[in-house]
């Protein structure tokens, strides 16, 4: 019997695309589930605009709750997540890579046990702690964030390639293979949903970690959030609050597509 071909015709793209198994495919499979979130958090916004907006705002919710003022804490969080997320991912997945070789196995403990410190240091107090040391700033909030969003993405990166079966590994070398095609042909393919959920984790962390930059003059949603909890103005703290949820739960929707997209077919 033949089997049933796997690839159907994108007639948006208009090219051949791969089955259910292909990026897009897995995404068309989960479309009605991918679709809520969003919709979920266009309509909380939708009601939380209208609610700001139908108010009768004094001096200080004014001066927060305008167009420019929300821009530009939102585009600074927003910029400090980014950043954060990267340097994480450009610091913890080498480190991960570089501690699961045979010949660095023995500072892995050492490694995992620096970033269950930094982790385990509450985020308002490394922050702290980091600018009596470096000085106030947008510095200080991005290596704050860095340590404390490094533990997921390094803990997955070691677990996603400890995971990979060594009968793979042992094939493939017995293919003649080197090391360095043996991990970038086996064992990081099938490693990347777990360094991916582990991204996702930190992104999601980080997130919601950057509104204490607020505290060092980095600026950030956490601005708006703390004048109202200060000034006694609630109507600053709920549209904030729901502000950072909800970029922080848009940032994880993100971070589930990416799984979707980036997870190698098969698996």
């Known amino acids: 019997m033949t089997a049933a071909p796997t690839t159907t015709v994108d007639p948006q793209l208009g090219r051949r695309v791969g089955g259910a198994d292909s990026a897009l495919g897995r995404l068309r499979a989960r479309w009605k589930g991918l679709v809520i979130r969003p919709i979920v958090l266009i309509v ?6 209208l609610s700001v907006h139908g108010r009768q705002l004094d001096s200080i919710e004014a001066r927060s709750l305008n167009r420019h003022e929300i821009t530009t804490e939102l585009m ?18 080498p480190l ?10 023995f500072i892995k403990p050492i490694g995992l046990g620096l970033g ?50 060594p009968t793979l590994i042992e094939a493939a070398r017995g293919m003649g293979m080197s090391r360095r095609a043996v991990l970038g042909r086996i064992e990081l393919p099938l ?11 930190a992104l ?19 601005g ?12 600053l703290s709920v549209t904030f609050g729901v502000m950072v949820a909800a970029l922080a739960l848009l940032a994880d929707w993100l971070g589930l597509i990416a799984e979707e997209v980036l997870r190698p077919r098969g698996m």
Request: aromatic share 4%; hydrophobic share 60%; glycine share 12%.
């Open 44 to 49: 909380v916004l939708v009601v939380l605009w």
């Open 76 to 93: 600074d969080h927003i910029k400090l997540s980014l950043a954060s997320t990267v340097l994480t991912i450009a610091i913890a997945v």
């Open 96 to 105: 991960g890579i570089l501690l699961n070789r045979r010949g660095a196995r």
């Open 116 to 165: 269950n410190i930094g982790q385990a240091v509450p985020s308002i107090g490394l922050i702290v702690l980091l600018a009596l040391w470096i000085g106030d700033g947008f510095r200080t909030a991005l290596i704050a964030l860095v340590v404390y969003s490094t533990l997921p993405v390094l803990r997955n990166t070691i677990v996603g390639l400890e995971s990979v079966d």
């Open 191 to 201: 490693a990347v949903p777990v360094i991916l959920a582990g991204i996702r984790t």
């Open 204 to 222: 999601v962390l980080t997130v919601a970690s950057a509104v204490l930059a607020t505290f060092i003059g980095a600026g950030g949603l956490g």
């Open 224 to 235: 708006g959030l703390v004048v109202g909890l200060g000034q006694n103005r609630p109507i």
